[in-house]
Every structure is written in C-alpha cells, then in structure tokens.
C-alpha cells in the first residue's frame, strides 16, 4: 500500500539532508540524488518541500528523467490535496493562456488612435493651405 504523505509534512523537508517534493501528486524524497542532478543542487532546492510539478515541468525534463524519479517514490499526496493541485493548475493555465494576447487589443487600439490622428493632422494642413 502507498503511503499517504501530506503538503504539510514535505514542507518539513526543504534542505539537501532531507529533500522531499512532489510531482503530479507523488512524493519523492530525493535527498539522494540533489549531487547528481544536473542543473545543480540549488535548482533542486529552489522547490524543495512544496508541489514542484510546474517547475519541473516548465524545465521541460525528458521521460528518462520521470522514469529516474520512480526509485525516489515514498508516497502520494492525499486525494483532496491531489485535487485541490489540479484546480489551482488549471486556474493558472487559463489565466496564462488569456493574459498572453492580453496586451494586444490597447496597442490596436493606440495604433489606431496614432494612425487616425495621424491622418486628421495631414487633413487639416492640407485645408489651411
């Protein structure tokens, strides 16, 4: 049986003695591996004690890396927190996802408020002529 581990008891280890996260709901303590891991131990470390999944993610680790994590496995987080993980992914996806093109529509509109202005300058030079 898998044992359950809580958010709140990998936060209690967040140093290179003792480095718990996790990823897609499980718990891995991979205090060991903090000397081996490529990109440093203090990339590792950056994460250590929380729900890494976006960050470990983001970097864009290879299958081979998510097949290295599956001897560090101790445990799951509990279903509610499992849960409650995906939502507030889900939440900063969408927000993501509609902030990116945010910024396009005031600049179309400042473009066109040059352009016309623009065009209403030349307009009334030519008519005081």
Known sequence: MTKTISLKEIEKHNTSESCWL?????????????????????????????????????????SDARDMLKKYKIGELPAEEKEKLKEQQAVAASEAKSGAGGGIVPLLVIVAAVVAGYFYYESQKENSA
Do not use: N
Not at 24 to 51: C, K, M, R, W
């Open 22 to 62: 996790a990823i897609d709901g499980i718990v891995y303590d991979i205090s060991e591996f903090l000397d081996q891991h490529p990109g440093g131990e203090e990339v590792v470390l950056e994460t250590a004690g929380t729900d890494a999944s976006g960050a470990f993610d983001d970097v864009g680790h290879s």
